[in-house]
């Protein structure tokens, strides 16, 4: 069996043409809409963290900016057939407006999708825990690079340590008071060579606050902060206290995880880059599953992308995301060319192509999970009905 990406004539991946349908298909006007999205509320920060790009002014998206609710309304029709939304701030911190994002949290569960947000945490005041609780917030990652005051400060100024901890702690307390078991509490640590010592009593720290998770993340570098990164100069160490933080975390019940998962491996390289990459591609449903929904009303790809689709107060999503900028993206992912900003990304890994790669990729990546949703809808629509037959069959028995 062909695969997905073969070489031309011209030495470049190109699609074979047994496969030209298909990608058409995932390319043109009929692509589905997009399982996840995410919503940057405000571009706007309260802290200035050492490793955030935004701190050294080279981000994605417009600066100290905040949606306004009539480019939200326009996502509202989306919202029925998203499984997931990351309500976020994206480079920004999306609790310094808590009335607009409770108001936004409330009118997406109403449509039925989970909701997830990343937040540093310093915000979360007694009342604003009790509403997340309230409002069935599905999940909540808090960044937390240090297990000591010291090392938070020196981190993310001018946040306060103390006050990451008691917002958790009175998610947790509200979550017992409430009788709920949402949101999931989460862990991010970006791995630092001036905070990875303190990894592993991290993980003891997430088991004392009642949080699910750790993620040990790799981080990314720009000028002024080279040679930090233990994911690119201090895999070794890296490795060792993460598996010294993964036994702790089996053992106090924490799952301890890494993103990406193979970033102390040591041919991956400073920022998984290849010299040659005849035979090689990138296997992302990005351009598929999800997108960034900028607070200016930008669409974009993913949160990588330096790029927009177009802007929701000119278009619809719809208009956008089958729009002929997302459809020559695509093609152009699908066709081997992968796009500057796709071959620079840390979070996807270049791979070896091949058949069971393409089928993957096409069906374990695209069409499955569409597929699975679609039926657990119908289960979900038909569950009443069953359990009214049911109760019938139960009284005629009797």
């Known amino acids: 069996m ?68 009539d480019v939200f309304e326009r996502l509202i029709p989306l919202l029925p057939h998203i499984e997931s939304l990351d309500l976020t701030g994206v480079w920004g911190e999306a609790f310094l407006y808590p009335k607009l994002y409770l108001e936004m949290l409330k009118t997406i569960k109403a449509q039925g999708a989970d909701v997830y947000t990343i937040s540093n945490g310093t915000l979360i005041d007694d009342d604003l825990a009790r509403q997340l609780v309230g409002h069935d917030l599905n999940k909540l990652i808090v960044s937390l690079d240090a297990a000591t005051p010291e090392t938070y400060a020196g981190i993310r100024p001018p946040g306060r340590f103390a006050d990451v901890l008691n917002g958790i702690k009175s998610i947790g307390s509200w979550k017992r008071k409430l009788g709920r078991a949402h949101p999931r509490l989460e862990l991010a640590f970006v791995g630092m060579k001036s905070n990875i010592e303190e990894f592993p009593r991290v993980v003891e720290l997430a088991h004392e606050l009642g949080v699910a998770q750790v993620c040990l993340q790799a981080m990314g570098e720009y000028p002024g902060l080279e040679n930090q990164s233990v994911a690119a100069h201090f895999k070794a160490l890296g490795r060792r206290l993460f598996e010294d933080g993964q036994r702790r975390g089996r053992d106090l019940g924490v799952r301890v995880i890494l993103q990406p998962p193979d970033q102390f491996e040591e041919d991956r390289g400073e920022r998984n880059l290849i010299e040659d990459r005849r035979g090689y591609g990138k296997q992302c449903h990005d351009l598929w599953d999800k997108a960034l929904i900028a607070a200016t009303g930008n669409v974009l790809p993913c949160c990588a992308s330096p790029v927009s689709m177009g802007n929701l107060r000119d278009s619809s999503f719809d208009g956008i995301w089958r729009g002929p900028a997302f459809t020559r993206l695509r093609r152009q992912f699908l066709s081997g060319e992968i796009p500057e900003m796709c071959k620079h990304c840390t979070g996807t890994a270049w791979v070896e192509m091949s058949a069971r790669r393409d089928l993957r990729f096409f069906f374990g990546g695209l069409l499955a999970p569409r597929l ?27």
């Open 2 to 69: 062909k695969t997905l990406l073969e070489k031309g004539a011209n030495g470049r991946a190109s699609l074979p043409l047994d496969k030209r349908v298909a990608a058409g298909l995932l390319a043109g006007r009929r692509v589905p809409l997009p399982r996840h999205l995410i919503i940057e509320i405000t571009s706007s920060c309260n802290l200035r963290c050492r490793m955030c790009p935004k701190t050294n002014h080279s981000v994605n998206t417009a600066e100290n900016n905040v949606m306004s609710w």
């Open 372 to 398: 699975k949703r679609r039926v657990k809808r119908k289960l979900k629509q038909y569950a009443p009905l069953r359990w009214a037959k049911r109760q019938l069959d139960r009284a005629r028995r009797k």
